[in-house]
C-alpha cells in the first residue's frame, strides 16, 4: 500500500500564480484533510472532506479550495498565491471522523514557498 | 478559546529518560493524541489516550489526567533516533484535533 501520496513535494510560485497540491490514498479512508504546518505554531486544518461530494471548510481556509470527486482524490487549490500561503502542506486521511481515535495517516509534505 | 501548551524545545542525553508535557483546554474532550516528526517528515501517530492514567508501548509511555487538563509521553532509554519534535493533539466536542506547536527533543550522546 502507498498510504497518502502527495505531490509535488516542492515548488515555488510567484505571487499571483495558482497551482494545485496533489493528494490521493489507497486506504478507502472517508475523512481526508489538508493542513498547513508554519514554524512554531501547531498544524493548522485548512479544508477538510468526511466523504466524496462532501467538503468544509477548517481553521483557515481563505484563499484555499477543494474538492472531493472520489473517495482516492482529495486537490487542493491555490487560486492566486500570496507570500503568506509559503508553508509545508501536508495531505491526511483517516477511516473516519466522528471517533475520537481517529488516527491520521500524513502525506510525505509539499514544501511550498511563494516569491 | 482553545489552547495546547508544550515546552518549545527540550534537552535529553541518549539512555535517559525524558518526559514531554502538554496541557489542554478544549471545548469539550474526546481524547489526546501523541504524534512523531522527524525533521522534513510526516508526523506518524504514537499513542492516544481518553481515559485518565497510563499506556505503555514499549519505551514510550503516555499519561492522561482528565481533571487536569495534562497528558505527557514518557520516552524511556533514549536513542539517538528518537531526536524529532513530539507533537501534542486534543479531540474537542467536534471530534476536531487542536494541535500544539510541537516539543523538539534533542538527544546528546
Known amino acids: 500500500n502507498a498510504g497518502v501520496t502527495q505531490t509535488p513535494k516542492f515548488q515555488v510560485l510567484k505571487t499571483g500564480q495558482s497551482m494545485t497540491l496533489q493528494c490521493a490514498q489507497d486506504?478507502?479512508?472517508?475523512?481526508m484533510s489538508w493542513y498547513r504546518q508554519d514554524p512554531g505554531m501547531g498544524l493548522r486544518l485548512i479544508h477538510y472532506?468526511?466523504?466524496?461530494?462532501?467538503?468544509d471548510q477548517g481553521e483557515v481556509p481563505n484563499g484555499y479550495n477543494v474538492s472531493r470527486s472520489t473517495t482516492e482524490d482529495f486537490p487542493l487549490r491555490l487560486l492566486s498565491a500570496a507570500p503568506s500561503q509559503t508553508s509545508v502542506y501536508f495531505c491526511?486521511?483517516?477511516?473516519?471522523?466522528?471517533?475520537?481515535?481517529?488516527?491520521?495517516?500524513f502525506g510525505a509534505g509539499s514544501r511550498l514557498t511563494v516569491l | 478559546g482553545q489552547n495546547i501548551d508544550q515546552p518549545t524545545e527540550m534537552t535529553a542525553t541518549e539512555g535517559a529518560i525524558v518526559q514531554i508535557n502538554c496541557t489542554y483546554q478544549?471545548?469539550?474532550?474526546?481524547?489526546l493524541f501523541w504524534y512523531q516528526q522527524h525533521a522534513g517528515e510526516a508526523p506518524t501517530f504514537l499513542s492516544y489516550?481518553?481515559l485518565d492514567g497510563l499506556e505503555e508501548k514499549g519505551r514510550f509511555s503516555s499519561f492522561l489526567s482528565r481533571s487536569k487538563g495534562y497528558s505527557y509521553l514518557l520516552l524511556k532509554e533514549l536513542q539517538m533516533k528518537d531526536s524529532a519534535s513530539y507533537l501534542c493533539?486534543?479531540?474537542?466536542?467536534?471530534?476536531?484535533?487542536?494541535w500544539g506547536a510541537g516539543t523538539k527533543l534533542i538527544i546528546k550522546p
Open positions: 491526511a486521511s483517516s477511516s473516519a471522523m466522528g471517533s475520537g481515535a481517529n488516527v491520521l495517516t
Open positions: 486506504m478507502n479512508h472517508e475523512y
Open positions: 472532506s468526511v466523504g466524496a461530494g462532501i467538503t
Open positions: 478544549t471545548s469539550g474532550f474526546n481524547g
Open positions: 489516550n481518553v
Open positions: 493533539a486534543a479531540v474537542d466536542s467536534n471530534y476536531q484535533l487542536i
